[in-house]
């Protein structure tokens, strides 16, 4: 089933146009997608965007551990059945198309921070709750909403982080999605060591706290910077296609 998933939609290449041959030489387009690669990556201003997509608020490192966390809370299995597959999918998406629906008037690194804070606040109401089915219920309806969220605005992020597309955008678009898969794996364990040492409540609270703290310096940083302008990119033969911020 996923080979014909992946394989599938692929057919569909067969239905696109001919492209264009590319008359540039191999060495000068070489040449070019370095100097896009340097423009979105080595430079000062990419240090806050990568420290952004690999902070720990935001990862959804708890997605994989509340099912577990459940029989802690006396819920049954057929409620976390429900609640973390078919609801929770409904509300992740909820999440995102509010995101995508409202109107933000910051940028898209500080509505992505906002969000994170949301989302150790619901995670908060399950570590200072006491350990009865609503109060999981409650802060899991709260975390997969902020998660769908957090998902939808790391878009905008990576957008921010990438500036113009250039003839290496999706590569570089790819490297950056792929960090930010970073804190969704380390968040996984160290939630889990705060459960081995402290109990259910410390598994959440690990979670929050962390992600608090990380949140709340980068916030510090972009709200005092003022944003500046990304890199220009110029070219001699095919001008570069800015990514619309609007997308964000």
Same mark, same amino acid.
């Given at each position: 089933?996923?080979?014909?998933?992946? %394989? =599938?939609?692929? =057919?569909?290449?067969?239905?696109?146009?001919? #492209?264009?041959?590319?008359?540039?030489?191999?060495?000068?387009?070489? /040449?070019?997608?370095?100097?896009?690669?340097?423009?979105?990556?080595?430079?000062?201003?990419?240090?806050?965007?990568?420290?952004?997509?690999?902070?720990?608020?935001?990862?959804? $490192?708890?997605?994989?551990?509340?099912?577990? =966390?459940?029989?802690?809370?006396?819920?049954?299995?057929?409620?976390?059945?429900?609640?973390?597959?078919?609801?929770?999918? =409904?509300?992740?998406?909820?999440? %995102?198309?509010?995101?995508?629906?409202?109107?933000?008037?910051?940028?898209?690194?500080?509505?992505?921070?906002?969000? $994170?804070?949301?989302?150790?606040? %619901?995670?908060?109401?399950?570590?200072?709750?006491?350990?009865?089915?609503?109060?999981?219920?409650?802060?899991?309806?709260?975390?997969?909403?902020?998660?769908?969220?957090?998902?939808?605005?790391?878009?905008?992020?990576?957008?921010?982080?990438?500036?113009?597309?250039?003839?290496?955008?999706?590569?570089?678009?790819?490297?950056?999605?792929?960090?930010?898969?970073?804190?969704?794996?380390?968040?996984?364990?160290?939630?889990?060591? $705060?459960?081995? /040492?402290?109990?259910?409540?410390?598994?959440?609270?690990?979670?929050?706290?962390?992600?608090?703290?990380?949140?709340?310096?980068?916030?510090?940083?972009?709200?005092?910077?003022?944003?500046?302008?990304?890199?220009?990119?110029?070219?001699?033969?095919?001008?570069?296609?800015?990514?619309? #911020?609007?997308?964000?």
């Amino acid at each position: 089933m996923i080979a014909a998933l992946v %394989a =599938l939609p692929a =057919l569909a290449a067969f239905a696109t146009p001919t #492209q264009s041959v590319l008359s540039e030489p191999a060495r000068e387009t070489a /040449h070019r997608i370095w100097r896009e690669f340097k423009s979105t990556f080595l430079r000062w201003e990419a240090v806050p965007y990568t420290l952004l997509i690999t902070f720990p608020m935001c990862s959804g $490192g708890m997605l994989g551990l509340l099912p577990e =966390l459940a029989r802690d809370y006396g819920v049954s299995g057929s409620a976390v059945a429900w609640i973390n597959g078919v609801a929770g999918a =409904l509300l992740t998406t909820l999440g %995102a198309l509010a995101v995508s629906l409202i109107p933000v008037r910051v940028r898209a690194s500080v509505a992505y921070l906002l969000a $994170g804070l949301a989302n150790a606040a %619901a995670l908060a109401v399950l570590a200072i709750g006491p350990l009865r089915p609503m109060v999981y219920y409650i802060s899991t309806v709260l975390f997969l909403f902020t998660i769908g969220a957090c998902y939808a605005l790391f878009t905008g992020v990576a957008l921010e982080f990438l500036g113009t597309s250039g003839k290496s955008g999706s590569s570089r678009y790819s490297i950056i999605n792929s960090i930010g898969n970073l804190p969704v794996a380390y968040m996984a364990w160290v939630d889990g060591r $705060g459960y081995a /040492h402290w109990g259910p409540r410390a598994m959440p609270a690990t979670d929050a706290l962390i992600s608090t703290a990380a949140a709340t310096i980068l916030l510090a940083y972009f709200f005092i910077i003022r944003r500046k302008p990304a890199t220009a990119l110029t070219t001699d033969h095919c001008p570069l296609t800015p990514v619309p #911020q609007s997308a964000a």
